[in-house]
Each structure stands twice: as C-alpha cells, then as structure tokens.
C-alpha cells in the first residue's frame, strides 16, 4: 500500500478500479476531462493497483512509442529534399606501372596492395525520393602505399602516400523498397593537403617537380548501396579515379608514364538527417 498520484488515460469502466468513490464526489479524484468516453484525471489516495490495471498502462505507453516511431520513420521516408551530416571510414590505395629510376636502374618503386585508413565526413543533400539526385561536400583521407626497392642493398623500404581531398560527389540514385537504394555517379576531388611520403618516393627515382607530380585536381566515380532506416543512412560505395592523381612531367615521356597513378578505395558510412 502507498500513496501516490497518477495521470492516467483509460476507459471509464476501470476509473472505479483504480479510484473508488469517483462519481459520487468524493474527493480521491480530480477529473481533468472526458472524451468518446475515455477519462483523463489525477488520483490521490492510498490505493493498491493490481497487474491488470498496470499491464494496461504499460501497453499504452508501449503503443504510444510504437506510434511515434512509426510516425518518424514515415516522414523521414516521405520527404522529396533531405539535409544530413555523414562520416565513416576510407579504405584506400594507388595503382600503376612499377617505376624504375632513369638515374639508377636499382631502384625501382612497385605498389603495394596494403590500404591505407582514413577518415570522410561531411554533408548531403537528397532531392527526390524514388528517383533522386544527391550531391555531397565532404572532407575525406585518402593515399596508398608503395615499396622502394634497393638491389645494391637488396633492401626495401615502404612509403605512405596520404592526403587531404575535399570531395563533391553527385550521386544519381533510386529507391528500391522502404530500405534499400542504389547510387552512382561523378565525383570532384580538389587536394588540399599532402604528407611528404609521395615527394621522398619520386625524388628516389629522379622526378624531383613535386608540385607538377601531384595533380590539384581529379574527376572519378562512385558507386554503391546504401540503407534508410528512418533518419539513419548506411553506405557502402567504391570510388576510382577516371584521371591520374599523380601525373609528372620530365624531359622522359616513357619515365612520366610510368610515374602515372590512380587512386581507388572502399567507403562505409553512417549518415542522420537532420532536415
């Protein structure tokens, strides 16, 4: 037995369960209203409340919840222009012809299938539903790794390439389901910043313009799946390279071809619709 006060909707039919007395003015019960024979009202009184009556109430919160979710997730789906934040992970690497040094036949550099880890995150906008065109501006990490080879030394020494791209992909997509959607399309790739893994790699095998062998800019493409779970956004892409990210120019055109590299990786992400 305790003493307590309680907010309660329920049927008319079970107002004297919980608060004897109501109806007959006494004063355990305070009716706030009545509507289609449902009853609002506070109780104060010593009462003990059975488990019938509190799985009742349990229920109804329950389905309350249930509701309201259901509402979100069906207007999140609904919407025709959507605005998120999104971050996740690159996994990245490059890919090329083995280089061999025109200064010393020795060294040569190879690729090196490792893929480097690094961070994307930034924003999205979807327009349409079925069908929709979303484009995004995100910062993303990016690089790979390359092997120096010595043969005077037989030594080996291992390079990370890493950089700092801002990103403008614009994806055409199309919806399958209430989930699942597909999307492809063309990516921008403007370089902001660069370790000095790609300058030590080419100065070993006589390219010494550092600022001509990392391209500023590049176009490439993204495909992939992505998951619409209410708010929640899940994806899965793979992005290449249709132009060389790294693209020198020395007195040998058959040493800058082989210098050339593109850049591809695997992103996962989780995206939140915040309009």
Known sequence: MTGIRLLFQLPMS???TICPGEGSGEDN????SVTSGTIFFTCSKTVKLDRTIMNKINRFHLVSILMLFTASFATAQNRNFKIG???????SSLSGDEVVSSADPSIRIGDKSTRLTGFVGGVFFRLGNSVFIQPEVLLSQKGGTFNVFRSAGNSQEE??????NLDVPVLLGIRIGEVLRINAGPIASLRLSE??????????????????????AALGYQVGVGFDIGNINLDLRYEGNASNI?????????????LKRKNNLFQATVGFVIF
């Open 85 to 91: 934040i999104k971050a996740g992970t690159n996994l």
């Open 14 to 16: 079970d107002l004297t």
């Open 159 to 164: 390079v990370k390439v890493r950089f700092t």
């Open 29 to 32: 019960a305070n009716v706030r």
């Open 246 to 258: 790294i693209d020198t120019n020395t007195a040998s055109s058959s040493f800058n071809s082989q």
């Open 195 to 216: 370790n000095g893994g790609l300058r030590d790699a080419l100065n070993e095998v006589g390219a010494t313009s550092v600022e001509d062998n990392f391209r500023q």
